[in-house]
């Protein structure tokens, strides 16, 4: 994990472990056998280890709660969840309140936190009352693929901003750990200055869960952070039509936690976001055909300024991809690659307009784990 690449191993240092009492970990996990292990054995490797780990299998046919028991986990089992990953943390969090914990960390499935994930988190926490989260920052798994370099290329340049501008858009639903205190706020102002039915931590109605509840903490005047010691790697998407599922479930999600919540100081910026994000496939599409349009009239030229500009946004696009390593820079100095998947994320974006102009709900993408043995 070269965002905060962490040189000395977990057994190179002095681990702790986190009593219960302190510190719970909630796994959701729907089919999740393949990937589970892994995730479990990057919690038990943490140089602040989590004594208590429940994962929360939800409506899962294979061997997840098998897995879980046999890395040492809890496992608690959803009934008749229908609100998908917010209901199965919902119900979750519902039991631990006979047990809390000072905070909670929840953790995807197939989601690998570095070795010091857990005690950065906890110190930062510890360090002001009024952080009510701290986010991981994620990283994309090794690439397989030309698609997925693309993501991994993506996925550096939003690390360099949350690190850069210390501003923390979403608290991811990949990793991140919460303060009981901020939750339990969130569960109380449902039904009234928030969104959702009180009591409940993560609003069903949201199929982005993650956004809507750093809407909510935001909204209810807490900080949140996202050190990049806390760096946590995921699933890239191995083909074009998950990746477009996906976005497109994440654009509409935010739209539609956009439109719950109204224009309000804490919105303001994620609206303006959208709009930008408008402005840019205008951009780009007006570019296309002026340029397609110049080469049919034949009076295309090269301009000296415009190919100053075009050089500057180049050397932007390699340096800012520049730790993923060779293969990324390669693909952000042909450009051409980039634009592509620029336009395929401006597909998925409109397709998500459509949907939460008409209320049209989208379906939740399950990716399926590669075949054993790929390297």
Not at 109 to 134: H, I, N, S, W
Not at 244 to 257: E, I
Not at 271 to 292: D, E, F
Request: charged fraction near 20%; aromatic fraction near 6%.
């Amino acid at each position: 994990m070269h965002g905060g690449q962490v040189q000395a191993t977990t057994s190179e240092r002095t681990r702790r472990s986190v009593p219960a009492d302190r510190l719970v970990v909630l796994v959701p996990a729907h089919d999740e056998a393949e990937a589970l292990g892994g995730t479990l054995d990057a919690l038990a490797e943490q140089t602040s280890a989590p004594q208590r780990v429940l994962v929360v299998a939800d409506s899962c046919t294979d061997d997840t709660a098998d897995v879980a028991r046999a890395h040492g986990a809890e496992v608690v089992e959803t009934v008749a969840n229908r609100a998908r990953k917010a209901g199965a943390l919902n119900q979750a969090l519902v039991r631990l309140r006979t047990s809390p914990a000072d905070y909670v960390l929840v953790v995807d499935a197939d989601t690998r936190l570095a070795p010091t994930f857990v005690e950065t988190a906890l110190a930062r926490l510890d360090d002001d009352e009024r952080l009510g989260a701290v986010s991981g920052i994620f990283e994309g798994e090794r690439p397989r693929s030309v698609l997925q370099q693309l993501q991994a290329n993506e996925y550096e340049r939003y690390r360099t901003q949350i690190l850069t501008t210390r501003r923390v858009s979403v608290v991811t639903g990949t990793a991140s750990m919460f303060r009981r205190a901020a939750l339990e706020e969130v569960a109380a102002a449902r039904g009234g200055r928030l969104p959702g039915s009180p009591g409940d931590v993560y609003d069903r109605a949201a199929i982005t869960e993650d956004s809507e509840l750093t809407l909510a903490l935001k909204t209810l005047g807490w900080r949140l952070d996202a050190p990049q010691e806390c760096a946590c790697l995921t699933e890239l998407m191995p083909t074009w039509g998950d990746l477009h599922r996906q976005r497109v479930r994440w654009y509409k999600g935010m739209l539609d936690n956009l439109r719950e919540y109204g224009v309000s100081r804490v919105t303001a910026r994620y609206i303006g976001q959208q709009l930008m994000i408008g402005v840019g496939m205008a951009t780009l599409a007006l570019l296309t055909v002026l340029t397609v349009a110049s080469v049919v009239a034949g009076v295309f030229a090269v301009s000296p300024f415009w190919l100053a500009i075009g050089g500057v946004f180049v050397v932007n696009r390699l340096v800012t991809v520049w730790p993923v390593g060779r293969d990324g820079r390669l693909l952000a100095a042909a450009i051409l690659p980039e634009i592509v998947y620029d336009v395929a994320l401006q597909a998925a974006f409109l397709r998500a307009v459509v949907c939460a102009v008409a209320r049209r709900d989208v379906t939740w993408n399950h990716v399926a784990p590669p075949p054993t043995g790929v390297a």
